[in-house]
Nanobody, 124 residues
Framework: QVQLVESGGGLVQAGGSLRLSCIAS????????MGWYRQAPGKQRESVAV???????NYADSVKGRFTISRDNAKNTVYLQMNSLTPEDTAVYYC??????????????????WGQGTQVTVSS
């Protein structure tokens, strides 16, 4: 299995910044697309930003221009730089990854690995 460990959440005032990190690990797995999702109380989990292994990115409209997703493929790590935070950004942020499992010379796609989540709270 793939393990994802997030860090960097916390409490920040509106207008402030935070940087989230997520480290992926897993024997016989090659990490593919990675992303950040968030879930606010009483709301469904939503995609925030995703990044492919080649660096292509996609952002939710609500965070465009404020958040930046990046990755270090050598470290299997994805980052989310969050600037100009607002109380509406308050949520638990989850790291997500797809991967390829290799066994006996064969390769199998595996999707939907999740981290445990990290709380981001933005005060007004």
């Amino acid at each position: 299995q793939v393990q994802l460990v997030e860090s960097g959440g916390g409490l920040v005032q509106a207008g402030g910044s935070l940087r989230l990190s997520c480290i992926a690990s897993g024997n016989s797995f090659t990490i593919r697309t990675m992303g950040w999702y968030r879930q606010a109380p009483g709301k469904q989990r939503e995609s925030v930003a995703v990044i492919t292994t080649t660096g292509s990115t996609n952002y939710a409209d609500s965070v465009k221009g404020r958040f930046t997703i990046s990755r270090d493929n050598a470290k299997n790590t994805v980052y989310l730089q969050m600037n100009s935070l607002t109380p509406e950004d308050t949520a638990v942020y989850y790291c997500n990854a797809d991967a390829t499992y290799s066994s006996g010379g064969s390769f199998f796609p595996r999707r939907g690995f999740w981290g445990q989540g990290t709380q981001v709270t933005v005060s007004s």
